[in-house]
């Protein structure tokens, strides 16, 4: 069966310092991988999508990068964290039935 | 896509039927209508999609309206956990495309 796995669940970082966040999709080749992101209190919104190995789209301008080594791996980063990344980050795939996000990462950034 | 149009908020009375109504008039021949819901500090759930016809799972039915401008999802007998955040988001069925989730409804179910 397919599962995705995203971690840390929690994070906190100090602004300024850098982030990795990784997603990995288990029993499933070369899916659509989705990152999303929720601050406090309002809706998701799309980050990046990828359609295969190093192809990445990015919705919003934004300070945050991603990355797609592998086909199965999806890294969400950043250089420089600002107080406004902090929020609940969720990686997704895609399949015939819809859409299987991940627990999501808590960040937050003091 | 589609835009959809949901209540910020409703509530429900545990044990009854909660009923989500979701409006979608501009929704193109080949665009299918999902629901999904966001318990809070989780990733959104999948619960049930369709494209004209009626749908039923073991999680809720979905009805479509035959002019196809409005759904309600329907949970049949709503409990404590299913008090969450729903979305109705209408789009085509290729996976390729992100979902873009507007701000859905805020369901309480009370005691």
């Known amino acids: 069966s397919q599962t995705i796995h995203q971690w840390p669940a929690t994070l906190v970082q100090p602004v300024g310092s850098p982030l990795s966040l990784e997603c990995t999709v288990e029993?499933?080749?070369?899916?659509?991988l989705y990152w999303y992101r929720q601050a406090a209190g309002r809706g998701l919104q799309l980050l990046f999508y990828?359609?295969?190995?190093?192809?990445i789209s990015s919705e919003v301008p934004q300070n945050l990068s991603a990355s797609r080594p592998q086909d199965r791996q999806f890294i969400l980063s950043s250089k420089k964290l600002l107080l406004s990344d902090s929020g609940f980050y969720l990686c997704a795939w895609s399949h015939d039935y819809g859409y299987t996000f991940g627990s999501g990462t808590r960040l937050t950034v003091v | 896509d589609a835009k959809t149009t949901q209540p910020p908020s409703m509530d429900c009375a545990e044990g009854r039927a909660a009923n989500l109504p979701c409006n979608h008039s501009?929704?193109?021949?080949?665009?299918?209508v999902y629901w999904y819901r966001q318990i809070h500090s989780q990733g959104p759930q999948y619960i049930i999609h369709?494209?004209?016809n009626n749908e039923t799972n073991e999680m809720a039915s979905l009805i479509i309206t035959e002019d196809r401008k409005s759904s309600t999802l329907i949970l049949p007998h709503a409990t404590l956990r299913d008090t969450a955040v729903y979305y109705c988001i209408v789009r085509t069925s290729n996976s390729g495309y992100a979902l873009n989730f507007g701000k859905g409804t805020s369901l309480l179910v009370t005691p």
């Open positions: 029993g499933t080749s070369n899916p659509n």
């Open positions: 990828s359609v295969g190995i190093g192809q």
């Open positions: 501009t929704i193109s021949g080949n665009e299918y």
């Open positions: 369709g494209l004209k």
